[in-house]
Protein backbone atom coordinates (compact mmCIF):
# COMPACT_ATOMS: atom_id res chain seq x y z
CA UNK A 1 0.00 0.00 0.00
CA UNK A 2 2.51 2.24 1.03
CA UNK A 3 5.66 2.26 -0.87
CA UNK A 4 8.67 4.02 -2.63
CA UNK A 5 9.37 3.56 -6.53
CA UNK A 6 12.72 4.49 -7.95
CA UNK A 7 13.03 4.80 -11.32
CA UNK A 8 15.17 6.06 -14.31
CA UNK A 9 18.16 4.38 -14.28
CA UNK A 10 20.34 2.35 -16.72
CA UNK A 11 23.23 2.72 -18.85
CA UNK A 12 25.49 5.89 -20.03
CA UNK A 13 28.22 7.08 -21.24
CA UNK A 14 31.19 9.23 -18.98
CA UNK A 15 30.27 12.77 -18.80
CA UNK A 16 26.16 11.97 -19.39
CA UNK A 17 23.36 12.58 -17.27
CA UNK A 18 20.59 11.06 -15.76
CA UNK A 19 17.61 11.89 -13.81
CA UNK A 20 15.96 9.46 -10.92
CA UNK A 21 12.40 9.61 -10.03
CA UNK A 22 11.51 8.87 -6.42
CA UNK A 23 7.92 8.40 -6.73
CA UNK A 24 5.66 7.61 -3.23
CA UNK A 25 2.39 5.57 -3.79
CA UNK A 26 -0.53 5.91 -0.51
CA UNK A 27 1.21 8.40 1.55
CA UNK A 28 1.96 11.69 0.65
CA UNK A 29 6.02 12.61 0.79
CA UNK A 30 5.34 16.76 2.26
CA UNK A 31 6.19 15.64 6.03
CA UNK A 32 9.24 13.44 4.73
CA UNK A 33 13.31 14.11 4.17
CA UNK A 34 14.08 12.24 1.25
CA UNK A 35 17.44 10.66 0.64
CA UNK A 36 19.52 9.50 -1.92
CA UNK A 37 21.83 6.22 -1.49
CA UNK A 38 23.84 4.32 -3.79
CA UNK A 39 25.96 0.81 -3.34
CA UNK A 40 28.28 -0.71 -5.60
CA UNK A 41 28.98 -4.07 -5.46
CA UNK A 42 30.80 -5.43 -2.57
CA UNK A 43 30.96 -1.98 -0.77
CA UNK A 44 28.91 -0.18 2.00
CA UNK A 45 26.33 1.84 1.22
CA UNK A 46 26.98 5.60 0.38
CA UNK A 47 24.74 9.01 0.91
CA UNK A 48 24.42 10.85 -2.11
CA UNK A 49 22.12 13.44 -1.29
CA UNK A 50 19.01 14.65 1.21
CA UNK A 51 16.54 17.04 0.74
CA UNK A 52 14.40 18.47 3.63
CA UNK A 53 10.45 19.06 4.05
CA UNK A 54 10.78 22.92 2.46
CA UNK A 55 13.01 21.59 -0.54
CA UNK A 56 16.47 22.31 1.28
CA UNK A 57 19.05 20.31 -0.92
CA UNK A 58 22.13 18.94 0.93
CA UNK A 59 24.71 16.92 -1.28
CA UNK A 60 27.88 14.52 -0.24
CA UNK A 61 31.17 15.26 -0.83
CA UNK A 62 31.68 12.64 -3.63
CA UNK A 63 29.22 14.16 -6.31
CA UNK A 64 29.00 17.81 -4.68
CA UNK A 65 28.76 20.37 -8.12
CA UNK A 66 27.57 17.32 -10.24
CA UNK A 67 24.60 15.89 -8.76
CA UNK A 68 21.55 17.98 -7.25
CA UNK A 69 18.11 16.80 -5.86
CA UNK A 70 14.40 18.38 -6.26
CA UNK A 71 11.41 17.81 -5.14
CA UNK A 72 7.83 17.99 -6.92
CA UNK A 73 4.81 17.97 -4.21
CA UNK A 74 2.16 18.41 -6.59
CA UNK A 75 3.57 14.78 -7.95
CA UNK A 76 4.78 13.22 -4.90
CA UNK A 77 7.89 12.85 -6.01
CA UNK A 78 11.92 13.82 -5.08
CA UNK A 79 14.43 13.84 -7.91
CA UNK A 80 18.03 13.16 -8.19
CA UNK A 81 19.76 14.86 -11.14
CA UNK A 82 23.04 13.20 -11.60
CA UNK A 83 25.25 15.50 -14.69
CA UNK A 84 29.31 14.94 -15.03
CA UNK A 85 28.81 10.83 -14.73
CA UNK A 86 31.63 9.02 -13.85
CA UNK A 87 32.33 4.91 -13.41
CA UNK A 88 32.41 5.41 -9.88
CA UNK A 89 29.06 6.38 -10.02
CA UNK A 90 27.97 3.22 -10.71
CA UNK A 91 25.94 1.61 -8.27
CA UNK A 92 22.12 0.63 -7.29
CA UNK A 93 20.64 4.11 -5.82
CA UNK A 94 17.69 4.24 -3.25
CA UNK A 95 15.53 6.71 -1.75
CA UNK A 96 14.06 6.67 1.63
CA UNK A 97 12.01 8.73 3.65
CA UNK A 98 12.34 10.29 6.50
CA UNK A 99 10.35 11.56 9.57
CA UNK A 100 12.99 13.94 10.63
CA UNK A 101 12.01 16.50 8.77
CA UNK A 102 15.11 18.17 8.49
CA UNK A 103 18.11 15.96 7.71
CA UNK A 104 18.50 11.91 6.61
CA UNK A 105 18.85 10.14 10.03
CA UNK A 106 19.82 6.15 9.76
CA UNK A 107 16.24 5.21 10.34
CA UNK A 108 13.98 5.58 7.50
CA UNK A 109 10.44 5.42 7.65
CA UNK A 110 10.26 3.98 3.72
CA UNK A 111 12.74 2.22 1.42
CA UNK A 112 12.65 1.93 -2.21
CA UNK A 113 13.48 -0.80 -4.28
CA UNK A 114 16.23 0.58 -5.78
CA UNK A 115 17.43 1.34 -9.57
CA UNK A 116 20.74 0.63 -11.43
CA UNK A 117 23.00 2.83 -12.64
CA UNK A 118 25.34 2.14 -14.97
CA UNK A 119 28.37 4.19 -16.49
CA UNK A 120 30.35 2.76 -19.19
CA UNK A 121 33.97 3.14 -18.93
Known amino acids: QEQLVESGGGSVQPGGSLTLSCAAS????????IGWFRQAPGKEREGVSCIDINGRPSVYDSVKGRFTTSRDNAKNTVYLQMNSLKPEDTAVYYC???????????????WGQGTQVTVDS
Open 96 to 110: AAFSTYYWCSAQSDY
Open 26 to 33: GFSLDNYA
